[in-house]
């Protein structure tokens, strides 16, 4: 079955961090450029971050600027998000995907390039 698998998220303080990790079974990660997803209630999903296939290019969400990072290990086949500074409009449910048309995807990718969406993980972030 080909899918993602998002862990890690969790209740967090504002000014606290989190790390998510997403996992994928049926398909390896090295021929796809993936991005996070996130998606808070009653707002539509908008991108977080993307990375291209080999991990060399990233780009970001305007709001995930100089607070997240998004790597990828293609040896574990998982793609990571690292959150700092959350505050709570970080609060959503983050997903990732990959991209089946570019191995190097940026932010004005469009949503309907991505597949393989997981079920997401929760970030809540409150004090």
């Known amino acids: 079955q080909v899918q993602f698998v998002e862990s890690g998220g969790g209740l967090v303080q504002p000014g606290g961090s989190l790390s998510l990790s997403c996992s994928a079974s049926?398909?390896?990660?090295?021929?796809?450029?993936i991005g996070w997803f996130r998606q808070a209630p009653g707002k539509e999903r908008e991108g977080v971050a993307c990375i291209s296939s080999n991990g060399g290019s990233t780009d970001y969400a305007d709001s995930a600027k100089g607070r997240f990072t998004i790597s990828i290990d293609n040896a574990k086949n998982t793609v990571y998000l690292q959150m700092n500074n959350l505050t709570p409009e970080d609060t959503a449910v983050y997903y990732c995907a990959a991209n089946l048309m570019r191995t190097r995807p940026t932010m004005a990718s469009p949503q309907h390039e991505y597949a393989y969406w997981g079920q997401g993980t929760q970030v809540t972030v409150s004090s």
């Open positions: 049926g398909f390896f990660l090295q021929y796809y450029g």
